[in-house]
């Protein structure tokens, strides 16, 4: 059985950080590129950063870029995402995504139940 579960997440001032993980089981971890999305109340799903394997691939959205570093333990098949420098806008439902990509256009995609991070002004 597949499971991404997260934690981390909570209520924060401007400015501070969070750190937030994902643990994963029933997949095989290292071959699926793990990415972390976020959606406020009344908006869709924005993609947040991912990481590929080798986890030098990394991507970031241009409003978290430098301050939410992304990073992977394939030995304890867990994702994180570190968040600095915490704005207001930030705030949201922050979900895991674990996705495979095969050469003949399948695709596997699993996803977390989401944890809440919110940032007080």
């Known amino acids: 059985q597949v499971q991404l579960v997260e934690s981390g997440g909570g209520v924060v001032q401007s400015g501070g950080s969070l750190r937030l993980s994902c643990e994963t089981s029933?997949?095989?971890?290292?071959?699926?590129?793990m990415r972390w999305f976020r959606q406020a109340p009344g908006t869709e799903p924005e993609f947040v950063a991912g990481i590929g394997n080798p986890a030098i691939n990394t991507n970031y959205s241009d409003s978290v870029k430098c301050r939410f570093p992304i990073s992977r333990d394939n030995a304890r098949r867990t994702a994180y995402l570190q968040m600095d420098n915490l704005k207001p806008e930030d705030t949201a439902v922050y979900y895991c995504n674990a996705r495979l990509q095969i050469l003949d256009g399948r695709e596997f995609t699993y996803w977390g139940q989401g944890t809440q991070v919110t940032v007080s002004s």
């Open positions: 029933g997949f095989t971890f290292h071959g699926y590129a």
